[in-house]
Nanobody, 126 residues
C-alpha cells in the first residue's frame, strides 16, 4: 500500500504562483508514475500533469507553459509549480500514483492511478 499526502494549497490572487507537494509513504520504490488531478464541486476530476519514473511529463493543454511537474524519487515527493494562476485553476488538487511498474502518463482516465491523496485546496481570486 502507498499513502499520499498533499500540501501547499492556499488562496492567492490571479497571476501569482503556488507550489504543491505530495509525499509518498508505505510500499514505495519510485518505480511508478505520479500525477496531479483537480476537481471542482459538481464536475469530473480533471488530469493536470503526470510524470513517469524517468521524468517524462504530460500536461493538460489548459496548464501548458504555466505549470511544472517534477519529482524527487529519493525523498518520494511529487511537486507541482503553478505559475500565472487563473481563477479557473481554483479546485481541490489531488496527488495520484499508479501501481509499481505502471508507467502510464495518461490524464484522460483515473483508473490507472490506484493510489490517491485526500487533496489540497487551491483558490485563486481576481
Amino acid at each position: 500500500q502507498v499513502q499520499l499526502v498533499e500540501s501547499g494549497g492556499d488562496s492567492v490572487r490571479a497571476g501569482e504562483s503556488l507550489t504543491l507537494s505530495c509525499v509518498a509513504s508505505g510500499d514505495t520504490d519510485g518505480r511508478y508514475s505520479m500525477a496531479w488531478y483537480r476537481q471542482v464541486a459538481g464536475k469530473e476530476r480533471e488530469g493536470v500533469a503526470a510524470i513517469n519514473p524517468d521524468g517524462n511529463t504530460n500536461y493538460a493543454e489548459s496548464v501548458k507553459g504555466r505549470f511544472i511537474i517534477s519529482r524527487n524519487n529519493v525523498k518520494k515527493t511529487l511537486f507541482l509549480v503553478m505559475n500565472n494562476l487563473k481563477v479557473e485553476d481554483s479546485a481541490l488538487y489531488y496527488c495520484a500514483a499508479t501501481p509499481r511498474s505502471v508507467w502510464t502518463m495518461t490524464l484522460r482516465r483515473i483508473d490507472p492511478y490506484k493510489y490517491w491523496g485526500k487533496g489540497t485546496k487551491v483558490t485563486v481570486y481576481p
